[in-house]
């Protein structure tokens, strides 16, 4: 299907799928930590994956790392798309395009190109959109894998205070990093499909800081 848009449309549709795909990968890795500490398990194994589960949190740390990595990359190629001025009939194609063919944490995505209030850089998510629940459902499994936890005995136990502090630090850091990223794509690329005047995201995108907040 992708034969029908030009090079830079090309290149917004392609991004997605890289970003998806690192994003995927990250909730997979995340959900087979918990699993194996809910279980009694001391590795993480699925196909291309063979990892201690004490040191399976350094594969959330590095998808974490791909994921601000390729999004820069993707809202990039979707801000550069949008100075083509080609409109909002293509940039609508385009998003119609990336919520079909993408991975789960695109796919079915709902618009979310205005913000919850006029000069606002808040942009709300609905919960009539299949893509926020598997946003937040994956925050919530990384949280769990970056804990110090296990199961034993039928009862949940967590490690000593002081690592317990270190990982949830990280936790928090590693979500936030994630959220900010995923939100500074998805309103860019939401964007796409409006008037260039109501494209407040493209216009003040070096100097603003833009964020999704939860909610209806």
């Known amino acids: 299907m992708t034969a029908a848009f030009g ?15 690192v994003l995927v990968f990250g909730a997979t890795v995340a959900a087979l930590i918990v699993a194996a500490r809910v279980l009694g398990g001391d590795e993480v ?27 820069f990359f993707f809202y990039q190629s ?3 798309l949008w100075r083509e001025h080609l409109g909002p ?25 205005q913000p919850v209030r006029p000069g606002s850089h808040y942009y709300r998510m609905s919960w009539a959109d299949p893509s926020t629940w598997v946003a937040h459902l994956a925050l919530l499994v ?17 490690a000593d ?18 959220w900010r990223m995923g939100a500074a794509w998805s309103i860019g690329l939401s964007q796409l499909t ?14 603003s800081i833009w964020w999704i907040e939860s909610g209806v």
């Open 78 to 80: 979707i801000h550069g």
């Open 161 to 178: 205070t002081s690592m317990l502090v270190r990982f949830a630090v990280l936790a928090l850091f590693i979500g936030l990093i994630n």
């Open 194 to 207: 409006v008037p260039e005047d109501e494209a407040f995201w493209h216009h003040k995108k070096r100097n």
């Open 142 to 158: 990384m949280i769990a894998a970056l804990l110090p936890w296990h199961v034993e005995h039928g009862k949940l136990l967590f």
């Open 89 to 113: 009939v293509v940039g609508q194609r385009v998003f119609d395009e990336i919520m079909i063919e993408s991975t789960l944490f695109l796919r079915g995505m709902l618009p979310r190109s």
């Open 45 to 71: 194994k699925a196909p291309g994956i063979d990892v201690p589960l004490k040191h399976a949190w350094v594969l959330l740390v590095l998808a974490s790392v791909a994921h601000v990595f390729l999004g």
């Open 7 to 21: 090079t830079k449309e090309r290149h917004v549709i392609r991004s997605a799928k890289h970003v998806g795909t």
